[in-house]
């Protein structure tokens, strides 16, 4: 069964070393140039399974939430744009950003809190839901098909 199918139903990691193996599956099986939202409160494990997709795609280096420089770009075999949108009031807020003259094929730009550029996202996004459901363990659902390549 793929990642993505195992996300359709949900899939729990007890260990941040977990989650950023999901990562790693996870880049191996994203379509080039996607957008993935990743929608979880405080501690949810976002940043750590943006980490997994940077290793995944043969990023060095740490991989840590962009709150204050709102982007990060890392390259690798793959272009990893890691968007924190937790300061943005709207969609607006992004075209400020220029953000799409940095993403060069094949990319993905994975964003923190997108519910506060909702309007912005384009259908194509992937959504996963991230719960804390200890402190250890998360919860990683893909929130529905929409984005996905046709099976």
């Known amino acids: 069964m793929s990642t993505l199918d195992r996300l359709r139903q949900g899939i ?14 996870l880049a191996a099986e994203l379509p080039p140039d996607c957008v993935l939202a990743l929608h979880g409160d405080l501690g949810s494990g976002k940043t750590t399974l943006v980490s997994g997709l940077a290793s995944g795609w043969g990023i060095a280096g740490p991989v840590t939430s962009p709150t204050y420089n709102l982007f ?12 924190d949108a937790y300061r943005l009031n709207h969609g607006r ?6 953000l799409e003259e940095f993403l060069v094929s094949p990319w993905c730009l994975a964003v923190e809190w997108p519910d506060k550029i909702e309007g912005w996202l384009p259908p194509h996004t992937l959504h996963l839901d991230l719960t804390a459901t200890s402190e250890a363990s998360r919860t990683i659902k893909l929130r529905d098909g929409r984005g996905l390549p046709k099976e």
């Open 93 to 98: 807020d992004m075209d400020a950003l220029m």
């Open 12 to 25: 729990e990691t007890t260990a941040a070393a977990e989650t950023i193996a999901l990562g790693r599956q």
């Open 72 to 83: 990060t770009l890392h390259r690798g075999q793959r272009l990893l744009a890691h968007l």
